[in-house]
């Protein structure tokens, strides 16, 4: 299908040297503003775009979407560890991580969380890259 070939050479271009930096700056970036209570992805994108301004337009996509995806998941450290969300995505993290916490397993439910967070988020790209055209498909058939 084209559509692995379109994903694999967008993989060969997100594994260059310059855009993994971008990657994981924007990673660290994020989860450090995902820390933050009430300061959630979106003012955090918010805040820091202006940094990409400057960039290559590929490497800025790249850090702008680690920085929300960092944090999301900088969000679920706080829920984990101190039973306070960040933000209403992170609620249901505090169900089973605080508890897991409390008994000692902390680190754990952090894993997890990061492994959940990594599988559905690549999940969710994939179902977007295959499903897209049918969907623009159907947007052009509405109607005024």
């Known amino acids: 299908m084209d559509v692995f070939g379109d994903l694999l ?26 820390v933050i209570p009430g300061f959630g992805p979106s003012a955090g994108l918010a805040i820091l775009l202006p940094v990409t301004f400057g960039m290559d337009p ?14 999301m998941y900088g969000g679920t450290i706080t ?15 505090t169900f089973d991580g605080y508890p897991l916490a409390k008994k000692g397993r902390a680190g754990p439910a952090l894993v997890m969380q990061a492994v959940a967070s990594f599988v559905g988020g690549t999940v969710g790209v994939i179902l977007i890259t295959i499903l897209a055209p049918m969907f623009s498909q159907v947007s052009r058939s509405f109607g005024p």
Do not use: H, K
């Open 58 to 71: 590929t490497g800025a996509i790249m850090m702008l979407a680690a920085i929300y995806y960092g944090a």
């Open 9 to 34: 050479m967008g993989l060969s271009i997100a594994i260059t040297p310059i855009n993994m930096l971008y990657l994981l700056i924007g990673a660290i970036v994020g989860m450090v503003v995902g």
């Open 79 to 93: 829920s984990i560890l101190l039973n306070t969300p960040g933000e209403s995505a992170t609620v249901a993290s």
